[in-house]
């Protein structure tokens, strides 16, 4: 049973800077595909960033050279380090995790990914 578990989320003002944290209990972490998504209310969720197994990063325009998308493979953790925030960011932040496939790249669709975290929550206040 694959389990994701976020951390880190709060309330910030714009310009400050948040590490979102998502540990996983997967015996085989450091070959999964890992991303963060976000989704503000009535909105659809979103891809903020995603990390392949061989470390490759890949991030949303909205959030280049602000945020940092990062893993610990020892550890089993997923990080995500949130700087210049903004009052736009703010959205509930979720760990996701696919199981290896044939797949060259991971990908940045919601449906593509197999586990969830509960999703932690990012206010920024301007």
């Known amino acids: 049973q694959v389990q994701l578990v976020e951390s880190g989320g709060g309330s910030v003002q714009a310009g400050g800077s948040l590490r979102l944290s998502c540990a996983a209990s997967?015996?085989?972490?450091?070959?999964?595909?890992m991303g963060w998504f976000r989704r503000e209310p009535g909105k659809e969720r979103e891809a903020v960033a995603y990390?392949?197994?061989?470390?490759?990063?890949t991030y949303a325009d909205s959030v280049k050279g602000r945020f940092t998308i990062s893993r610990d493979n020892a550890q089993n953790t997923l990080y995500l380090q949130l700087d210049s925030l903004k009052p736009e960011d703010t959205a509930m932040y979720y760990c996701?995790?696919?199981?290896?496939?044939?797949?060259?790249?991971?990908?940045?669709?919601?449906?593509?990914?197999?586990?969830w975290g509960q999703g932690t929550q990012v206010t920024v206040s301007s």
């Open positions: 990390i392949d197994s061989d470390g490759t990063t």
């Open positions: 996701a995790a696919r199981s290896p496939t044939s797949a060259p790249r991971c990908s940045n669709h919601p449906l593509w990914y197999n586990y």
């Open positions: 997967i015996v085989t972490y450091s070959i999964y595909c």
